[in-house]
């Protein structure tokens, strides 16, 4: 998921500054995103005065360029060389009528180097060109330091924190989610606007479940395709000897059938129903599917949760890592900065530590009969670095809105049965009053990354969304 991303590239200078100033400044920032493995669109340097931006003129040139080349801009990056033309970085944006996020960076000076030939301002310049860009009501993303140097390790780090920022807004902007089956009549919790949804671009594409049942019972057992998922199966995890062949091969022709609806309707994320109903009509459990396509980070909710679906990709994007959901379950002990998080479970192969097995569901296992129920996941998950959100909608004020923050999973022991993930999470407390206070859900998306900041500043500037982010 960590594609390449491609940036649009605004050198800004100003006339009565060195010329040689953003000379300078374009070839290093051409020279750092060439070794970042980033693509960019960029002026040609004979196009205008050192080839940056200044004039009217000049900035019709860009933004024709930006609107030529908009199906591959991901992000825009503005370099203020010296104090730069504030009405020529803003004309530029608003005529290429693009809605990407912009990055604004501005030259340190040097103090060996403020004379009237070397001295570039630039320090004062980002404020006129903030200014005018909070007029215009164009959103933007500012640095770590208000100047900073074009080679320093701090810039280099800013340039990584926008493209994965990047990656996630144009992916939530775009995303198409499968809402495969129908919400449990017991979850109200996971009920969710797809008007609110699709106003931000968010498609929900809806599938009876009974089509995917149908779909994998006409698949035949020597298919090739089910052929190659049951060696995937088997090379995910371990199966116990008593698990008859038939219901393994249930779980392939059923994973077979939910990719394939996946890949005709071009889906991104899915939320699917894993209970009851695929189990008494159709003889297994969807956790398994649901991991391997996670794994692949093609990210799958349970109980037909939407918003648990659009949290994952949300981390997938941001981190270029599998997501998992998970359940806010229980205590630990009496620290109140843990907790255990579980489920049946269908957490991604990579997010827990071997070994892994592939058995009957527990607790429905039990409701149901085990010979219905053979694809959970289980284990233990892995310690280290974590990052939870939670988008969901708020329809009785028509908005829709999230949660972010930062913790580790660790390797306290906990002997709960399936999926399970100890959790060490600052402030823990606060943050359930806050999720109980707003009404937030039971269900969160993990993902294996810290990486709360950049989903933080993707929602909140760019998506427009209402965010806590517990910091």
């Not at 970085?89 to 009237?116: E, G, R, W, Y």
């Not at 004062?124 to 993303?141: A, D, E, M």
């Not at 799958?300 to 994952?312: F, H, N, P, Q, W």
Request: proline share 3%; aromatic share 8%; charged share 25%.
């Amino acid at each position: 998921m960590k594609n390449k991303t491609t940036f649009g590239v605004i050198v800004g200078t100003r006339g009565f500054f060195s010329p040689q100033l953003a000379a300078e400044t374009r070839r290093q920032l051409l020279a750092k995103l060439d070794k970042l493995g980033y693509e960019y669109i960029i002026l040609p340097d004979d196009a205008t005065r050192d080839g940056a931006v200044e004039t009217l003129a000049d900035a019709e040139k860009c933004a024709d360029l930006f609107k030529k080349n908009s199906d591959k801009i991901q992000g825009i990056i503005v370099s203020l060389a010296n104090f730069g033309d504030e009405l020529g970085i803003v004309n530029t944006l608003k005529l290429a009528k693009s809605d990407v996020p912009v990055l604004i960076q501005a030259c340190d000076d040097d103090l060996d180097k403020v004379d009237v030939a070397h001295r570039r301002d630039s320090f004062c310049g980002k404020l006129s060109v903030c200014n005018n860009l909070y007029q215009y009501n164009i959103p933007f993303t500012d640095t770590t330091y208000h100047t900073c140097a074009i080679e320093s390790d701090t810039f280099t780090k800013d340039i990584e924190f926008f493209a994965s920022m990047c990656r996630v807004v144009c992916g939530i902007r775009n995303v198409r989610i499968g809402a495969i089956g129908t919400r449990p009549a017991a979850f109200q919790t996971v009920r969710i606007s797809e008007k609110l949804l699709q106003a931000s671009g968010i498609t929900v594409v809806p599938v009876d479940l009974s089509e995917i049942i149908f779909a994998a019972q006409k698949l035949g057992d020597d298919a090739s395709d089910v052929a190659e998922k049951l060696k995937q199966i088997r090379d995910y995890g371990t199966i116990p000897s008593y698990i008859k062949e038939d219901n393994i091969l249930k779980q392939a022709k059923l994973s077979v059938a939910l990719e394939n609806w996946i890949v005709e309707n071009n889906i991104q994320a899915a939320a699917i129903q894993c209970w009851t109903s695929i189990q008494e009509n159709y003889g297994c459990a969807a956790c398994l599917s649901m991991s391997m396509m996670s794994e692949k980070l093609l990210p799958c909710a349970c109980e037909v949760d939407i918003g648990g679906a659009l949290s994952m990709y949300a981390l997938a994007l941001a981190t270029g890592n599998p997501s998992a959901i998970l359940d806010w379950n229980n205590n630990y002990g009496d620290d109140r900065d843990m907790c255990i998080c579980t489920h049946c479970s269908n957490y991604p192969k990579s997010f827990i530590k071997n070994p892994i097995e592939i058995s009957n569901l527990d607790i429905l296992g039990e409701a149901l009969g085990a010979e219905k129920c053979f694809g959970a996941v289980k284990g233990k998950v892995a310690a280290g670095a974590m990052t939870y959100c939670r988008i969901s909608t708020d329809d009785t004020n028509g908005k829709v809105r999230a949660y972010v923050g930062e913790g580790v999973f660790t390797d306290d022991p906990c002997d709960i049965a399936g999926g399970v993930a100890v959790c060490r999470i600052p402030r823990l407390p606060e943050l359930m009053k806050f999720l109980c206070k707003n009404g937030f859900e039971h269900h969160i998306a993990m993902v294996r990354s810290h990486c709360a900041e950049i989903v933080a500043e993707a929602i909140s500037t760019y998506m427009k969304w209402d965010i806590y982010h517990h910091n």
